[in-house]
């Protein structure tokens, strides 16, 4: 089960370190000094040029380093600031290090540096509001997060997939479309609390789209696949919609297993105001540009007025990779 490591980003100092080397990755060349051997060999094994870094300080009793050591790489890392989680990544590495920390971001007031330190990759810009986040865990609605914290276990686990770090695949029989519109309407709160909290709306919404049809086309490739292999995507991140919009039948497509789901989730590909497939320009290797060339330029099938707003929101929300 993956770690969830969540920090403010505020204050002068964070805003600061955001600018200098999260959205102006730090190049590899000039952290490779303060590497060990092992550390610098598995660096080089990621075939990148620059990275995004964050560190946090030791914390009075040691509380920030106590909460880091438990991260792995692999676990998810977010920002937070204005009462948003604004962006998300994935730790690739972590390092103990005065020195490096110094040479990035130098001393805050009290003469401490941010050593304990972690990489990340696969960043991405989302928008989920604080009290999204505080329902999911059944916090106050005007909780706020005040300093660095990781969250394990349950929370990570409710945390992850309001994320949608877990994709839900439901097989339902079909029903009328007015009668499931009256099932969302009816619907009080998409998040139920269980056992675990659970994605109400999302069997209806699959009912919706597939009917119970064996066989239907992927909106973005336009291919016909059993339904087996295509999942409802949410046009908009699910996490950063409201209720209503999480009952609306227009905020999900048909996208299939077999690319379309992955290049749409993390904006190697996205449909541009007439509705047709535009790449986002990332340089990856042959296999994925291969992939992504076939699609550019096909029209989203169900593309229409009435998830055009939805499609613009996932235009505006990004993914972007180290390079």
């Known amino acids: 089960m993956i770690n969830i490591a969540i920090q403010p980003c505020g204050d002068s100092d964070a805003i600061g370190h955001y600018q200098d080397t999260i959205m102006n990755p730090v190049s590899i060349s000039r952290i490779l000094p303060f590497l060990s051997a092992t550390q610098r060999d598995y660096i ?15 914390g009075q009793k040691d509380i920030n380093k106590n909460k880091w050591d438990k991260l792995n790489t692999g676990d998810i890392a977010l920002l937070y600031k204005n009462k948003s989680i604004f962006c998300q990544g ?11 920390a110094t040479e990035l971001w130098n ?6 540096t941010w050593e304990y330190i972690y990489f990340l990759d ?10 999204n986040f505080n329902k999911a865990l059944d916090y ?11 969250l394990v276990d349950e929370k990570a686990r409710i945390i992850a997939d309001l994320l949608e770090l877990d994709v839900v695949n439901n097989e339902v029989q079909i029903v009328d479309n ?19 909290k659970t994605r109400q709306e999302q069997p209806l919404l699959r009912k919706y789209l597939f009917q119970n049809k064996r066989i239907e086309k992927c909106h973005l490739c336009n291919k ?25 039948f227009n905020v999900v497509m048909s996208a299939c297993k077999f690319g379309c789901d992955e290049l ?9 105001d007439e509705g047709y497939i535009q790449s986002s320009n990332y340089d990856e290797n042959d296999a994925v540009n291969n992939y992504v060339k076939q699609l550019i330029g096909k029209k989203c099938s169900i593309f229409n007025a009435k998830n055009k707003e939805y499609f613009k929101w996932h235009r505006e929300h990004k993914k972007r990779f180290m390079k």
């Open 264 to 272: 749409f989730e993390k904006s190697y590909i996205n449909i541009n």
């Open 90 to 100: 994935k730790i690739i590495s972590l390092l103990h290090s005065k020195e490096l």
């Open 107 to 112: 001393l805050n007031k009290s003469g401490e």
């Open 178 to 196: 007015s009668k499931l519109k009256e099932e969302l309407v009816a619907i009080q709160e998409t998040d139920n609390l269980q056992q675990t």
């Open 44 to 58: 080089k094994s990621l075939e990148i040029n620059q990275v995004a870094i964050w560190g946090v300080t030791r």
């Open 224 to 248: 016909d696949y059993p339904v087996s292999m295509l999942v409802a995507a949410h046009i908009k991140k699910r996490a950063s919609c409201n209720d209503d919009e999480r009952k609306d």
């Open 140 to 150: 106050k609605p005007n909780n706020i997060i005040h300093g660095f914290n990781v």
């Open 122 to 131: 696969d960043l991405q810009e989302i928008e989920i509001p604080i009290v």
